[in-house]
């Protein structure tokens, strides 16, 4: 195994024809300067010899509100152009798509005749593992001033299925990991691991882990893609935190983007404690939608200070104290 300062993950993506032709280019992942302002990661001992790849933060708008953390994005680079391309990870995404646009506009409309699309991961000669994309037809955004490069795709959370990792937020770093490493983690009685449902009310293959806010224990999925969420809650869950001000309303209405379609947001100001296993958790603002059936979702925002170990072929999930 390479020494984690020079490891280039190199992802190798294979466009299938109607004929089954095959046609391919090279990716690889570029490192990324970290420039978030912290002290290094106190478990980085346990991590010393994994495999890793950095990702950046993405700021974003939702309505009139900035969000610094508005996404987490990966930078590669297309070996043969030299060209540098960038993925949004979204573990709230079952399988990870292409968008045909950015495609089209960054690496040409070639490669957007593929009817099938696997990604060979390769972090040296000797491991390597395939994984599929798929299109999503007439998506993506186009290169402007304020946005010079638009994501080619997300990264979903079959991204993570072959083996454990470890987002290490602080650092900006995930780590891929043995199970032998979860394990290590697993009996260490200060961090919290639990057992996760890959279903929840008919809603399939998410992370939906277990939390207590109130009495209560519910159910959230665990997603990256909500970024700037520290907690969302279904609207009637929502309403038992509501406190009505002078004027009859406490809320901010915000209009945000998800796979390009609008989506109204209320957000209030609360602060019930949540509890996520022993780990415990102060929410200062709760989402909701008055439109959308999402289920509870537990976002990025709530867990900038921690290190979260995912292994979906166990069902578990980390979050080191």
């Keep these: 195994m390479r020494n984690l300062s020079e490891i280039h993950t190199i992802l190798k993506i294979l466009f299938l024809s109607a004929t089954l032709s095959i046609t391919s280019f090279n990716i690889t992942f570029a490192a990324v300067k970290n420039d978030f302002s912290t002290a290094e990661s106190a478990e980085k001992s346990i991590f010393a010899n994994a495999p890793s790849i950095d990702f950046e933060w993405?700021?974003?708008k939702m309505g009139s509100l900035y969000v610094k953390h508005g996404a987490m994005m990966i930078r590669a680079r297309e070996e043969m152009s030299g060209r540098e391309v960038k993925f949004q990870l979204d573990t709230g995404t079952p399988r990870s798509p292409l968008y045909e646009n950015a495609v089209i506009e960054q690496l040409g409309a070639k490669y957007t005749k593929a009817d099938a699309v696997e990604f060979c991961l390769a972090f040296s000669d000797s491991y390597k593992?395939?994984?599929?994309?798929?299109?999503?037809?007439?998506l993506g955004m186009r290169a402007d001033k304020k946005n010079p490069l638009p994501a080619l795709g997300t990264l979903g959370l079959d991204f993570f299925t072959s083996q454990p990792v470890a987002i290490d937020f602080p650092a900006k770093k995930i780590y891929f990991l043995p199970e032998k490493t979860v394990d290590e983690i697993r009996s260490n009685p200060n961090h919290s691991c639990l057992t996760y449902q890959s279903e929840y009310k008919n809603i399939r293959n998410k992370i939906f882990i277990p939390f207590k806010i109130g009495a209560a224990i519910q159910y959230a999925m665990f997603d990256t893609g909500s970024s700037a969420m520290e907690l969302y809650l279904p609207l009637s869950e929502w309403k038992?935190?509501?406190i009505t001000n002078h004027r009859g309303q406490n809320y901010e209405t915000l209009i945000v983007n998800a796979w390009?379609?609008?989506?109204?947001?209320?957000?209030?100001?609360?602060s019930p404690p949540i509890e996520i296993g022993s780990a415990k958790f102060n929410v200062s603002q709760i989402y909701t939608s008055p439109d959308s059936k999402f289920p509870a979702i537990i976002g990025n925002?709530?867990?900038?200070n921690k290190i979260v170990v995912i292994d979906?072929?166990?069902h578990l999930f980390g979050i080191l104290q």
């Design 301 to 304: 925002a709530l867990l900038l």
């Design 129 to 138: 593992r395939y994984m599929p994309f798929y299109y999503m037809r007439s």
């Design 260 to 270: 390009e379609k609008p989506i109204t947001l209320w957000r209030q100001q609360a």
């Design 312 to 314: 979906t072929a166990r």
């Design 240 to 242: 038992k935190f509501q």
């Design 58 to 60: 993405g700021a974003s």
